[in-house]
């Protein structure tokens, strides 16, 4: 059965999906009617389906290679209607994203350990917001979470995690402005053990300085993680703000290179129609999203499901 017959044949797990991107879909929505008004499948169709998707920022190299998968199938199983491209466009959006792999999206965690989570990206992207976020859903599963203001440099950075490890109900370990970064996690992780905490959420500087500051930076807060936890760092989570689109692909690339990402936190999704940066991250970098944001509220960073996304995208044009 195909990713589409699947999908539409029932309702997905999360419905926030489908006001959340409501944005993505008004890029998206005349799509329908582009198939509907096209009398043959050829290389006018092509083109502007092509231009759609890179208005919905899914990344010029990614929409090459979709397209090109769509010229393909066509060829391969003789297709003439061009409304029966609706069904191949959703299944290769599944094959784009899933690369043949069964991906989980849960973050690595174990009740026989104290799970470590060092966040990563810019100012400027709702990192601490997302901190907040993740350590509130943990402490409303019993768990016992401690947040760690490392990042000691913007002003205002440390009291803007204090408000939200109160609203969390997380506990908050910071020392004062400008003191050493590695520091401030190695005394974190000191008292995490002694006082035996389920989850440490680690905030980091956001400046993106030369590549070799950013990657000596990261590197000595992973030693000093690692020093202190064995396997930990369990997940590096780089945080972009989908509104940037193609500058968030940017920050990407240079934190991939930088460190070892090993998911991503797509904040504002909800305020963008620039959705399809979902497909040109997993394409191009092959990391996976691991949570969106669909919202301000303080349960509307979602773990991320593809099935909901595509569905939130295509629900109401076929």
Do not use: C
């Amino acid at each position: 059965m195909s990713f589409f017959k699947k999908l539409f044949g029932r309702k997905p797990k999360n419905d926030k999906y489908e006001m959340g991107l409501h944005k993505t879909k008004e890029r998206l929505g005349n799509l329908k009617q582009v198939l509907a008004n096209s009398k043959k499948i050829d290389d006018t169709l092509f083109d502007e389906l092509e231009d759609i998707f890179i208005q919905a920022d899914m990344g010029v190299d990614t929409v090459l290679y979709f397209i090109n998968e769509l010229r393909k199938e066509v060829d391969n199983e003789k297709i003439e209607d061009p409304n029966l491209l609706a069904e191949i466009i959703v299944d290769k959006m599944f094959e784009i994203y899933l690369k043949g792999e069964i991906l989980d999206t849960e973050l690595d965690y174990s009740d026989s350990r104290i799970n470590v989570y060092l966040f990563v990206g810019v100012n400027g992207v709702g990192k601490t917001t997302t901190i907040g976020k993740i350590a509130k859903s943990y402490v409303d599963q019993g768990k016992k979470v401690m947040v760690v203001a490392g990042d000691t440099f913007r002003a205002g950075a440390i009291n803007q995690l204090d408000v939200w490890a109160n609203r969390s109900g997380a506990t908050l370990f910071k020392k004062e402005e400008g003191s050493d970064p590695s520091s401030v996690i190695h005394d974190a992780l000191v008292l995490a053990k002694k006082d035996k905490y389920d989850v440490v959420l680690v905030d980091t500087a956001g400046r993106l300085q030369t590549k070799v500051n950013l990657m000596n930076e990261l590197a000595k807060m992973k030693r000093v993680i690692e020093k202190n936890i064995p396997g930990a760092p369990h997940e590096t989570l780089l945080v972009i703000d989908a509104t940037t689109g193609q500058n968030g692909m940017r920050q990407a690339e240079v934190f991939k290179e930088a460190t070892s990402v090993s998911g991503i936190i797509l904040t504002k999704l909800d305020g963008t129609a620039k959705g399809g940066i979902v497909l040109a991250i997993r394409h191009n970098y092959g990391i996976p999203i691991k949570y969106v944001g669909l919202g301000e509220k303080i349960d509307d960073l979602v773990m991320f499901d593809i099935e909901s996304y595509i569905y939130g995208l295509f629900k109401e044009f076929f």
